[in-house]
């Protein structure tokens, strides 16, 4: 059983108990329904009282059902909702700290609610793509009006009870650090006898012109929505409880749910709802395995990334402390924490005594002994293995025993890195992306030798920093940079037979990608790629690349920074402006190459970066870099701005089909250095039979 039933005083207390979350799965529906017939049947029970075990009254639907048989096998969860309403004897919802979803459906559908101050009140379903598709979108506007309730269906974002508090939602709200049940069999004591029952759905929506309003939110919806098919479709239901009658709208709303279900949008984004939540497990790492507490940090380098990893560190409320070579550089760098938290304080995101809170939490040295005590330090400096080196020697000789040593390498060796220390075991790799107080990857990389305990506590620590940590074993550039150096060796190739920067960034930010290429790499500092490649060509003299990046770098145009890299800059200015002298440069590389430059169309653009990711994923995955295609997606997803409807590189290959995938690169491997296509086994495999990651 997953819902437990006892009689108090009269009343029967239907307990859902399905953790963590009282999910409204086929086995909780099923023995709610019975608990409520149960009562139904009982003379001596006289009034019902449907609450939640733990931590929730309900979160929702189980989402793991949907698209399966179990979410049509009876008692659907619309089963479950009428019984409640049909029940002869009046039914109380009592309700706690999170109703969402179908969750909040159901307690909807009873005759009676109350309610816990600080309850999390939410359809959240817009966020998968979905409507409210168990009555959310014809119940909510009659309790709360329809400007309120359509917003909080288009948005998906939670509202507290006592925001709540005065609306027809709630017949009563318990003061807090009450007893809930038995507040609530109290007061389905106190309505037992009551006649009629009151029903949701015998009330009017209740708005002086809705038809003016509903237009206006159409365009406004419509207008925000982008790719997303869910939020106008949430307009039209909501605008359903107000032109149709009651069950003319909830089979409107059904109909709209089950279409948003089908739908590559939704897929994606309940693909990545999973994914996430996947990340966090590691095959071999017991969700019990023990963590180590992490009560002070340190970060080795006070520039733009060790900075913000400092600030991660703060706006987690762990101490920390930055260490530094010499004062000038320590100062701009807590110069710079100061200046970002004070423009997130002028855009009203942060209060003045936060503010001051986070920066007393930071501290800079040029003494390493300052942070010999600390838990875990973060090594944050220049990408060269001999720098690393040189300071993981000396940390190792200054940490306390049992702190975790962190590298923020993006590309480098990591057990090399360990291997520069005596407790190899007590390193890892934190791959923090930029600006690492906002970028919500967090690539931690599994050295050979790390510690399951090590490797434990780097996930808990990346969902304290409100990061999405997912694991990597070793290889250059781990999965998201090895990945990404495909992409960009395609872009560069891309220029050399006729493509123009903008035009390659401006398809690839058409498909949906948060920038292109050539303005992702003006962000990061062409100087990066430029010092990668040097490195790379020196393993592999035979490693090709466009020669474009290079002659960029040689001009100096390293991007944001100076003010020109793919693109000019206006001084002071973050806007990417075609740069002549740029588009020049590339036409006469061509030229040099002996290439006659040809037209190229958006759909080979994206096929050619989109694809070379792929191939890569599917590398990565074959070899066990990653544990899992999802975990491929997250990087993606998290850190590369790849678009979220799409569901991540290895999800959005299967959208298109593994053996198109694979025709496609076999073309692409018969063109213009064709010897960077090599079709991974694991991808030639799966296309054969006509199978997914």
């Known amino acids: 059983m997953s819902a437990d039933y006892h009689v108090q005083d009269g009343v029967a207390?239907?307990?859902?108990?399905?953790?963590?979350?009282?999910?409204?799965?086929?086995?909780?529906?099923?023995?709610?329904?019975?608990?409520?017939?149960?009562?139904?049947?009982?003379?001596?029970?006289?009034?019902?009282?449907?609450?939640?075990?733990?931590?929730?009254?309900?979160?929702?639907?189980?989402?793991?059902?949907?698209?399966?048989?179990?979410?049509?096998?009876?008692?659907?969860?619309?089963?479950?909702i009428r019984t409640v309403e049909d029940s002869p004897k009046p039914v109380v919802a009592a309700i706690h700290t999170v109703c969402m979803g179908g969750g909040l459906e159901l307690a909807l559908g009873a005759h009676y609610r109350v309610a816990l101050p600080g309850a999390q009140v939410a359809l959240p379903e817009v966020k998968l793509g979905l409507l409210p598709g168990a009555g959310g979108t014809q119940r909510l506007p009659r309790v709360l009006g329809l400007e309120q309730a359509l917003e909080m269906i288009v948005s998906g974002t939670p509202a507290k009870s006592e925001s709540l508090a005065g609306t027809l939602l709630f017949d009563a709200l318990l003061p807090a650090g009450s007893d809930l049940v038995a507040g609530a069999v109290a007061f389905a004591q106190d309505i037992a006898a009551r006649r009629p029952l009151p029903k949701v759905r015998d009330l009017a929506v209740d708005h002086p012109d809705p038809h003016a309003f509903l237009a206006a939110a159409r365009a406004k919806v419509k207008a925000a929505a982008g790719p997303f098919p869910a939020p106008p479709a949430c307009v039209e239901a909501v605008a359903a409880a107000v032109e149709k009658p009651f069950e003319e709208g909830l089979k409107f709303e059904r109909d709209l749910f089950l279409h948003l279900t089908t739908t590559t949008e939704?897929?994606?984004?309940?693909?990545?709802?999973?994914?996430?939540?996947?990340?966090?497990?590691?095959?071999?790492?017991?969700?019990?395995?023990?963590?180590?507490?992490?009560?002070?940090?340190?970060?080795?380098?006070?520039?733009?990334?060790?900075?913000?990893?400092?600030?991660?560190?703060?706006?987690?409320?762990?101490?920390?402390?930055?260490?530094?070579t010499s004062q000038e550089a320590l100062d701009?760098?807590?110069?710079?924490?100061?200046?970002?938290?004070?423009?997130?304080?002028?855009?009203?995101?942060l209060a003045p005594e936060q503010l001051e809170k986070r920066l007393a939490l930071v501290q800079g040295t040029l003494d390493i002994a300052d942070i010999s005590q600390a838990d875990i330090v973060v090594e944050a400096v220049f990408e060269d293995l001999a720098v690393k080196e040189d300071v993981f020697r000396r940390l190792d000789a200054a940490m306390k025993p049992g702190a975790i040593l962190a590298s923020n390498t993006s590309t480098l060796d990591l057990d090399r890195?360990?291997?520069?220390?005596?407790?190899?075991?007590?390193?890892?790799?934190?791959?923090?992306?930029?600006?690492?107080?906002?970028m919500k990857l967090l690539e931690i990389v599994r050295g050979a030798a790390t510690g399951k305990d090590v490797l434990a506590t780097a996930l808990a620590l990346a969902k304290r920093l409100k990061k999405t940590g997912v694991v990597s074993g070793v290889c250059d550039g781990f999965i998201g940079n090895r990945m990404v150096e495909q992409y960009l060796r395609q872009a560069g190739f891309l220029l050399d037979e006729g493509a123009l920067p903008a035009q390659v960034d401006g398809a690839m930010e058409r498909f949906g990608f948060a920038m292109g290429p050539f303005r992702m790499a003006d962000l990061a500092g062409n100087d990066i790629g430029w010092a990668i490649r040097k490195r790379k060509r020196a393993q592999d003299p035979g490693l090709q690349y466009s020669g474009t990046a290079d002659l960029l770098c040689e001009?100096?145009?390293?991007?944001?920074?100076?003010?020109?890299?793919?693109?000019?800059?206006?001084?002071?200015?973050?806007?990417?402006?075609?740069?002549?002298?740029?588009?020049?440069?590339?036409?006469?590389?061509?030229?040099d190459l002996g290439i006659a430059r040809r037209r190229i169309d958006d759909g080979e653009i994206v096929e050619r970066l989109v694809y070379a990711l792929v191939n890569e994923g599917a590398k990565i995955l074959e070899e066990g870099i990653a544990q899992r295609a999802s975990d491929i997606d997250m990087v993606y997803l998290a850190g590369y701005g790849f678009p979220l409807f799409r569901g991540g590189p290895m999800f959005y290959a299967e959208t298109v089909g593994l053996p198109a995938v694979l025709a496609a690169i076999?073309?692409?491997?018969?063109?213009?250095?064709?010897?960077?296509?090599?079709?991974?086994?694991?991808?030639?495999?799966?296309?054969?039979?006509?199978?997914?990651?």
């Not at 099923?30 to 009562?39: E, H, P």
């Open 332 to 349: 701009k760098g807590l110069a710079a924490i100061r200046r970002n938290y004070e423009a997130t304080a002028r855009k009203g995101k």
């Open 13 to 80: 207390v239907i307990t859902l108990n399905n953790p963590p979350v009282n999910g409204l799965g086929l086995a909780t529906r099923t023995a709610a329904v019975d608990g409520l017939q149960r009562a139904a049947a009982d003379p001596a029970v006289r009034a019902i009282v449907v609450t939640g075990a733990g931590k929730a009254f309900s979160g929702g639907a189980d989402i793991r059902e949907f698209n399966s048989p179990k979410a049509l096998t009876e008692p659907t969860l619309h089963t479950l």
């Open 417 to 438: 890195i360990a291997g520069f220390t005596a407790r190899p075991q007590d390193v890892v790799g934190l791959h923090f992306f930029s600006p690492a107080n906002v």
């Open 266 to 324: 939704s897929k994606a984004l309940r693909h990545a709802f999973f994914a996430e939540r996947a990340a966090s497990k590691v095959a071999d790492v017991p969700a019990d395995t023990p963590v180590r507490p992490i009560a002070r940090a340190a970060v080795v380098g006070a520039g733009t990334m060790g900075s913000g990893i400092a600030m991660s560190f703060a706006n987690a409320g762990i101490h920390v402390t930055v260490l530094e």
């Open 666 to 693: 076999e073309r692409f491997a018969r063109g213009y250095r064709g010897d960077a296509w090599v079709p991974a086994p694991l991808l030639v495999r799966l296309a054969s039979e006509d199978k997914g990651f």
């Open 555 to 591: 001009a100096g145009r390293f991007g944001q920074k100076t003010g020109a890299g793919w693109y000019d800059y206006a001084a002071g200015e973050r806007t990417p402006q075609p740069s002549a002298v740029v588009e020049d440069m590339v036409v006469r590389h061509s030229a």
